[in-house]
């Protein structure tokens, strides 16, 4: 065994050092290193919100809602996804192409309970998965966006978050502003079920709708 040992320790090493990397990038990929999000935004528009609103949003969500898993920590994750661009430039084309898909995914696997939208009307018209008010689903019929989603800058509960300024980089040059008044014109919505699948926690997320948009209507 010594004998053995001299001569293969290093390929024991490396073995177990390259089982670890392996490990590592799995389990960040099935998300088994990191606790799992209480509840997920995902935000449909032409262009990526700032990296500084989006943490704004993230923190200000978690602090409307509460420990929905129980696992000790309120942790809120917000999917961008960029569509309706028709980029004539191949590399974003296939940039909007590969969100579209990623959208499609999260959509089937029932990740967003949320949606933050530039145009409810295109998002319900290509998915018509938008609920009324209440959370019932529309009718096969309906289409439309009507009484599905709510302006932002028309609900007291989001457009009073507290989400400070964004700087960023447009094209080369640096660009500011305030973040509410970025999200003033677009659309907060939730998503109705067809089928037996629900989104995680998925009563939790009812009640934390009816106490944003409900009590502000």
């Given at each position: ?6 001569y ?6 490396c ?7 392996v490990?590592n990038?799995?389990g ?19 262009t ?11 923190q ?7 420990d ?6 309120v ?13 004539q430039d ?7 192409y ?8 999260d959509?089937s ?9 530039e ?5 319900q ?7 009324d ?13 009507e ?6 800058s028309?609900c007291?509960?989001?457009?009073g ?5 964004y ?12 973040s ?18 629900r989104?995680?926690?998925v ?15």
């Amino acid at each position: 065994m010594k004998n053995w040992w001299y001569y293969h320790k290093w390929y024991v090493i490396c073995g177990i050092v390259l089982l670890g990397i392996v490990c590592n990038v799995v389990g960040n990929a099935l998300g088994l290193w990191h606790k799992a999000p209480d509840f997920q935004i995902a935000y449909i528009g032409k262009t990526e919100l700032p990296k500084d609103t989006v943490s704004a949003l993230e923190q200000s969500f978690a602090s409307a809602g509460w420990d929905f898993n129980k696992d000790g920590e309120v942790i809120v994750k917000i999917n961008q996804y960029i569509s309706g661009n028709q980029s004539q430039d191949a590399e974003l084309a296939y940039y909007e192409y590969a969100s579209e898909l990623t959208l499609i995914g999260d959509i089937s696997d029932c990740e967003s309970y949320f949606f933050l939208m530039e145009s409810p009307d295109d998002f319900q018209r290509n998915f018509q998965l938008l609920a009324d008010f209440d959370g019932s689903c529309p009718k096969e019929t309906d289409y439309s966006a009507e009484n599905k989603a709510v302006l932002w800058s028309d609900c007291p509960a989001l457009s009073g978050m507290e989400l400070g300024s964004y700087s960023t980089v447009i094209s080369g040059k640096e660009a500011a502003g305030d973040s509410q008044e970025l999200l003033s014109s677009l659309y907060f919505g939730r998503r109705c079920f067809y089928t037996k699948d629900r989104t995680k926690n998925v009563k939790d997320c009812d009640k934390l709708w009816n106490s944003l948009v409900c009590s502000g209507k």
